[in-house]
Every structure is written in structure tokens, then in C-alpha cells.
């Protein structure tokens, strides 16, 4: 006898084609089986959804929660042994701009050409100019969904 009721009316469908999903691009899965992956972000629950969507696409993932992290693992690694460097900018100790210049300044034989892809919510004309000047190769707005994540690192996976 107390409150409020509220009725909501969806005018939904049921898809009943068995191709129709796989066609959408939204529901669309790359392969990225092999792709070695370093995430690096200070929120907790960000780096625990993006290292799963990262690992349902095939991916090996290693973590990192600060800029410092990030250069200490990709400079202890094998040559070679990341192919993409997925990085937040605003982070704590040392920002994902710091974190991407030092990595490019690194005396390695791949620290010229690691893809460094910037995950930001400020994906402003500004923001974007600064991740090219640090040397990041593309930035990824935040929020993204699975396909935008795996269109980030497709394509730009090299190897020697």
C-alpha cells in the first residue's frame, strides 16, 4: 500500500535468425589468440573487465597499475615479447604520456615500435594531439566495448 508502481513498455523482438547476430558488428569477435598484451590502468575494476575481454579474445595479458609498473615490465621483458601496450593516461606515479616517452627512449630493438594505444575518457582533439607527441600510435575512448577494444589492436599488431 506504499510507494510507486512503474509499468515500462519495450517494444522488443526476438531475433530468431541464427546468422543474424554474427552479421551485427556489435556482437562481431576477432581472433586475437597469441596477442601478447600489456594493460596498464589504476582502476581496479577497468583493468579486471579489460584483461577479461582481452583473455575471452585469445589474448595473453600481463598487468600493471601505474606508468612506473608499465615501463618496469616492458623494460624487463623479452624483446619482442608485448605487441601492444594498452595504457590508461591519468594514473598515479607516473601518467600513461611519461610512461609511453620512456618506453620510446628505452635502448631496445622494440621500443620503437611496441603499439602504445591510450585508453582515456577524454578524448578530446588536445588529449589526442598529447598521445601522438608521447608517442602513442591511437587512443581508445573510454567506455569501449569489446569490438572497439579487439578494432584497437587489430591491425596493429607487428612483429619482427
Same mark, same amino acid.
Do not use: H, W
Given at each position: 500500500g506504499v510507494g510507486t =508502481?512503474?509499468?515500462? =513498455?519495450?517494444?522488443?523482438?526476438? /531475433?530468431?535468425? =541464427? &546468422?543474424?547476430? *554474427? /552479421?551485427r558488428p556489435e556482437t562481431r569477435r576477432e581472433n586475437l589468440q597469441g +596477442?601478447? +598484451?600489456?594493460? +596498464?590502468?589504476?582502476?581496479?575494476?577497468?583493468?579486471?573487465i579489460t584483461e577479461f575481454l582481452l583473455k575471452q579474445a585469445g589474448c595473453t595479458v600481463r598487468t600493471a597499475v601505474n606508468g612506473r609498473e608499465e615501463v618496469e615490465i616492458f623494460g624487463q621483458s623479452e624483446p619482442f615479447g608485448f605487441d601492444v601496450i594498452l595504457t590508461d593516461i591519468m594514473m598515479p606515479v607516473? &601518467?600513461?604520456? @611519461?610512461?609511453?616517452? !620512456?618506453?620510446? @627512449?628505452?635502448?631496445?630493438? /622494440? *621500443?620503437?615500435r611496441v603499439q602504445i594505444v591510450a585508453m582515456t575518457a577524454g578524448a578530446l582533439a588536445d588529449t589526442i594531439a598529447k598521445c601522438r607527441e608521447a608517442g602513442?600510435? @591511437?587512443?581508445?575512448?573510454?567506455?569501449?566495448? *569489446? +569490438? !572497439?577494444l579487439a578494432d584497437a589492436i587489430v591491425g596493429r599488431v607487428t612483429k619482427p
Amino acid at each position: 500500500g506504499v510507494g510507486t =508502481t512503474f509499468t515500462v =513498455t519495450l517494444p522488443l523482438r526476438r /531475433d530468431t535468425g =541464427t &546468422d543474424a547476430a *554474427a /552479421d551485427r558488428p556489435e556482437t562481431r569477435r576477432e581472433n586475437l589468440q597469441g +596477442v601478447s +598484451v600489456l594493460l +596498464v590502468d589504476d582502476n581496479a575494476l577497468n583493468l579486471e573487465i579489460t584483461e577479461f575481454l582481452l583473455k575471452q579474445a585469445g589474448c595473453t595479458v600481463r598487468t600493471a597499475v601505474n606508468g612506473r609498473e608499465e615501463v618496469e615490465i616492458f623494460g624487463q621483458s623479452e624483446p619482442f615479447g608485448f605487441d601492444v601496450i594498452l595504457t590508461d593516461i591519468m594514473m598515479p606515479v607516473l &601518467d600513461g604520456y @611519461a610512461a609511453a616517452r !620512456q618506453i620510446r @627512449a628505452l635502448a631496445r630493438p /622494440d *621500443a620503437g615500435r611496441v603499439q602504445i594505444v591510450a585508453m582515456t575518457a577524454g578524448a578530446l582533439a588536445d588529449t589526442i594531439a598529447k598521445c601522438r607527441e608521447a608517442g602513442m600510435n @591511437a587512443y581508445l575512448p573510454k567506455p569501449f566495448t *569489446a +569490438v !572497439q577494444l579487439a578494432d584497437a589492436i587489430v591491425g596493429r599488431v607487428t612483429k619482427p
